[in-house]
C-alpha cells in the first residue's frame, strides 16, 4: 500500500501538467478543457482525501470524504470486514486551488470503510456543500459513474504531499493481491505516477471530464510477490505478476449507486455491488 505515513518521506515527486488535447470538430467548435487543481483535496494527518459528491447529491447534502481503507484512523481493516456508521471526529485539512489550507472539516461519521474487494473509506463531515462553496468557493469533486477506460489520461492529487502525478490509465487487473488482502478489477497506472507514502486516498481524476475515477492506494515498492507494499496482479487463471515500481489504485464508479438521497448510504439499492457487512 502507498502506506499511511509513519516518518518524513523522499521529497521527490513529479509534478503532472497533462491535460486532454482539443478536440476538433466541423466548425472549429473545442472542446474545453479542465483544470485540475488541488481545489476539494484534502490532508488527513497520514494519508490523502477528496470531498467528493455522486451525480445526483443535492448542495444541502452533508459533505463527504474519500479515501483509503488503510487509512481509516481506527488501523486497517481485517480481510472480510465492513464497517458501517461509525462514529468519528477526524479532521481534514480543505485545500483550496493552489494546495492552501483553507480550512479544517470534521467527520462525525465513518459512513462506509473496507479493504475487502476495493480500499476505501468514506466520512461523512459536519457540514455541507453549499456551506463550503459559500465559505470557501470550494466545490467538491464528483465521483464518476461508468467504468474507466484504458488509455484515459490521469491525475493523482495528493493533499498530504500537495503534489500532483499525471500519467495513463495502463490497464486493469482482474485481481490485486497484497499480504491479507485482494481487491477487484484494481486500475494499474502507467509508470510516471511513481506515487509514495502518504499519497494514498488521493483521487485519481480524469484530465478530460475533471471527474474522480478511482482512489490511489499501492504500489509495488520492492519487487517481491503478495507482501505487503508489494502487491501482485493475479489473472483468471490464476498466473501471478509481479510489476516492481508500478502503482495502482481501486475504481470508484461502483460508489454512486450506493447511496440514495441525502448522501445516505443504502448496500440493500439496486445495483450497488460493494462489499457487505
Known sequence: MNKPLLAALSSVALVGLGAAP??????????????????GT????????SVIRFPNSADTDPALVLTNGHCLET???GPGEVITGQSSSRTFGLLNASGSKVATLRANQVVYSTMTDTDVTIYRTTTTYAAIKNSYGISPLTLQDTHPTAGTAIKVVSGYWKRTYS??????????????????????????????GGTSGSPVIDTATGKVVAVNNTGNEDGERCTENNPCEVDESGNVTVRQ????AE???????????????DLGAAGCTLPKP
Not at 476538433?24 to 483544470?35: G, L, M, N, Q, S
Not at 484534502?42 to 482525501?49: D, F, P
Open 22 to 39: 482539443a478536440v476538433a470538430a466541423p466548425h472549429t467548435v473545442v472542446k474545453p478543457k479542465v483544470t485540475v487543481n488541488f481545489a
Open 42 to 49: 484534502v490532508a488527513l494527518s497520514n494519508c490523502s482525501g
Open 75 to 77: 488501523g486497517f481493516p
Open 167 to 196: 500519467c495513463n490509465v495502463d490497464g486493469f487487473v482482474y485481481r490485486l493481491k497484497e499480504g491479507d488482502w485482494t481487491w477487484k478489477d484494481s486500475l494499474r497506472y502507467t509508470s510516471s505516477c511513481n506515487t509514495i
Open 245 to 248: 515500481g508500478i502503482n495502482y
Open 251 to 265: 475504481e470508484t464508479y461502483n460508489i454512486p449507486a450506493c447511496f440514495t438521497t441525502g448522501n445516505k448510504l
